[in-house]
């Protein structure tokens, strides 16, 4: 699987992985596919992790013929995935990945991130949220911007949906997923969260969200 990885790159190799879980169709086969997909991006969790929150979701959350992957169980199980991952790697320092051959690992990770055909380019966005832009990013920067960038690509798909919609839906999951977490963890993956975001969440899916969930959305520390 590391040589795959390798000859692949790790944008090939999450849209594989991708792939896999949205081409499963019983609930029991998608949780399976789900939790050994984030198993196996643990060859190399900062990098597949930016690969999803960079190249795989904004490719998806804009409609370019990948409808499929925001209909249930699908969209569930990308949300948790997203989610997943992206608390593990929030609480990882500079790490390399198992596979022996990423040598230049900042160079690597700063090309993917800010490449001519990145959707979503982090250099941009620091310079947007008023943030020093460093050509020479830590594994650590590059992931913490990635995290506020997600938000920013989720509310801005959230607030375009008038109506309940596959976005909508989504967006809602990821929301849900950083609250089951709770603590700390909950309140670190939730902290870019727009306001916004939240009471248009509340105005069109009253349903999807629960006294006990609002509660913990505003207070992760409450218990489950």
Same mark, same amino acid.
Do not use: I, W, Y
């Given at each position: 699987m590391? *040589? %795959?990885?390798d000859i692949g790159g790790t944008q090939w190799f999450m849209e594989v992985l991708v792939s896999k879980i949205t081409s499963q169709v019983y609930n029991e086969d998608?949780?399976?596919?789900t939790e050994l997909v984030l198993s196996m991006m643990h060859i190399d969790l900062p990098g597949c992790t930016l690969s999803?929150? &960079? /190249?795989i979701l904004p490719s998806i959350l804009s409609g370019s013929g990948r409808k499929e992957m925001l209909c249930y169980p699908a969209n569930a199980a990308l949300a948790k995935l997203t989610v997943?991952?992206?608390a593990a790697v929030l609480k990882m320092k500079n790490s390399v990945p198992y596979s022996?051959? *990423?040598k230049l690992r900042s160079a690597d990770l700063d090309n993917m991130c800010n490449s001519t055909t990145q959707p979503?380019? &982090?250099?941009? %966005? #620091? #310079? +947007?949220e008023g943030l020093p832009v460093d050509p020479n990013l830590t594994q650590e920067q590059l992931v913490s911007? #990635? /995290?506020v960038g997600l938000f920013q690509l989720l509310s801005g798909a959230g607030l375009e949906s008038g109506s309940l919609s596959p976005k909508l839906e989504f967006v809602a999951a990821v929301v849900h997923e950083c609250v089951k977490i +709770? +603590?700390?963890?909950?309140?670190?993956?939730?902290?870019?969260l727009p306001p916004e975001l939240i009471n248009h969440l509340l105005k069109l899916m009253p349903h999807k969200f629960e006294m006990e969930v609002i509660l913990r959305l505003f207070d992760p520390n409450l218990p489950a």
């Open positions: 590391a *040589r %795959l990885f998608v949780d399976r596919c999803l929150l &960079l /190249h997943s991952s992206l022996t051959k *990423r979503v380019k &982090l250099r941009k %966005l #620091a #310079a +947007g911007q #990635a /995290h +709770g +603590g700390e963890e909950s309140a670190n993956l939730l902290s870019p």
